[in-house]
């Protein structure tokens, strides 16, 4: 079977991986120290004005579309206005489109890269991960997790689904008119990783630790317009730190916080364009 990793080999903290005869870079969990939390979770803050407001009350959309999202995201990181050294990395078509306004507002030196990852679901149960695959080809693998479920870095299942999940991301990488990143693109950066919202958190998470292991990022930063309290909490974990607007207990469906929900606005819509190849003649969906 061909390799799926396209990128120099790193080094495995996995004795499994070093046995792979696809030299896969495979990596197990890791720990960072949780940072302390500013504001109460019980707490809605909004960043245009500074306010706490009480979340049981009516929730209506506080963003026209991701574009005004990602202007009022842009203010939260002025500290990084010129910074050569970081680099924008968006994990979906929504955040794309909330990256693409950061960069922008951060200076022409700032790169906007598309960075996309799958996580690799486990037989019968698909809800749990036995690690990721990115848009570049790398490969993460949950070392704990596959013990438990009897496989290892060379179980045929496991490559089939790495090979699956490599064609669909390549498929949507092509689509997009920036390349995948590079070890080189992304080693010793800051990294903002932008999203239009988390909800569950399940890509984001998957994002941040194939970030760590398979690129050894060591400073991470999360911006996105919507982060749940407690999601919040748990990145902080892992993260440099956590930039929002706001951080509500419940999330629900990202739409709700945009005024056009998952439809593409007219200005979000020529965004879309520029970043990539609409080969289908159709809108972009957001989702």
Same mark, same amino acid.
């Given at each position: 079977?061909?390799?799926?990793?396209?990128?120099?080999?790193?080094?495995?903290?996995?004795?499994?991986?070093?046995?792979?005869?696809?030299?896969?870079?495979?990596?197990?969990?890791?720990?960072?120290?949780?940072?302390?939390?500013?504001?109460?979770?019980?707490?809605?803050?909004?960043?245009?004005?500074?306010?706490?407001?009480?979340?049981?009350?009516?929730?209506?959309?506080?963003?026209?579309?991701?574009?005004?999202?990602?202007?009022?995201?842009?203010?939260?990181?002025?500290?990084?206005?010129?910074?050569?050294?970081? $680099?924008?990395?968006?994990?979906?078509?929504?955040?794309? *489109? %909330?990256?693409?306004? =950061?960069? #922008?507002?951060?200076?022409? !030196?700032?790169?906007?890269?598309?960075?996309?990852?799958?996580?690799?679901?486990?037989?019968?149960?698909?809800?749990?991960?036995?690690?990721?695959?990115?848009?570049?080809?790398?490969?993460?693998?949950?070392?704990?997790?596959?013990?438990?479920?009897?496989?290892?870095?060379?179980?045929?299942?496991?490559?089939?689904?790495?090979?699956?999940?490599?064609?669909?991301?390549?498929?949507?990488?092509?689509?997009?008119?920036?390349?995948?990143?590079? $070890?080189?693109?992304l080693q010793g950066r800051t990294l903002? *990783? %932008?999203?239009?919202? =988390?909800? #569950?958190?399940?890509?984001? !998470?998957?994002?941040?630790?194939?970030?760590?292991?398979?690129?050894?990022?060591?400073?991470?930063?999360?911006?996105?317009?919507?982060?749940?309290?407690?999601?919040?909490?748990?990145?902080?974990?892992?993260?440099?730190?956590?930039?929002?607007?706001v951080s509500p207990i419940f999330v629900?469906?990202?739409?709700?916080?945009?005024?056009?929900?998952?439809?593409?606005?007219?200005?979000?819509?020529?965004?879309?364009?520029?970043?990539?190849?609409?080969?289908?003649?159709s809108e972009f969906d957001l989702e």
């Amino acid at each position: 079977m061909v390799s799926l990793d396209r990128r120099p080999s790193v080094s495995s903290n996995s004795s499994n991986s070093s046995n792979s005869s696809n030299d896969r870079n495979v990596d197990s969990d890791y720990a960072s120290t949780a940072r302390p939390r500013a504001r109460s979770q019980m707490d809605v803050i909004d960043g245009r004005t500074g306010t706490l407001r009480d979340h049981s009350r009516g929730r209506q959309a506080i963003f026209n579309d991701r574009i005004h999202a990602g202007r009022q995201l842009a203010n939260n990181l002025r500290e990084y206005v010129g910074d050569s050294s970081v $680099v924008v990395l968006s994990i979906s078509r929504g955040g794309a *489109v %909330v990256g693409s306004v =950061i960069s #922008a507002a951060l200076g022409p !030196r700032i790169q906007h890269l598309y960075y996309i990852v799958r996580s690799i679901p486990c037989p019968n149960l698909p809800r749990l991960s036995l690690g990721s695959v990115a848009g570049d080809g790398s490969v993460r693998i949950d070392n704990a997790v596959a013990k438990c479920v009897g496989a290892n870095a060379n179980s045929p299942w496991l490559l089939q689904s790495i090979d699956a999940i490599d064609e669909q991301l390549n498929c949507e990488q092509r689509q997009f008119h920036l390349p995948a990143p590079t $070890v080189e693109m992304l080693q010793g950066r800051t990294l903002l *990783v %932008v999203d239009d919202g =988390i909800e #569950a958190g399940d890509t984001m !998470r998957e994002a941040i630790m194939h970030l760590k292991h398979c690129y050894g990022a060591n400073k991470i930063i999360v911006a996105v317009p919507v982060c749940l309290a407690d999601l919040r909490k748990q990145l902080l974990r892992h993260v440099e730190s956590v930039v929002d607007i706001v951080s509500p207990i419940f999330v629900g469906s990202i739409a709700r916080w945009y005024a056009r929900g998952v439809a593409a606005s007219h200005a979000e819509q020529i965004v879309l364009n520029r970043l990539f190849t609409n080969t289908g003649g159709s809108e972009f969906d957001l989702e």
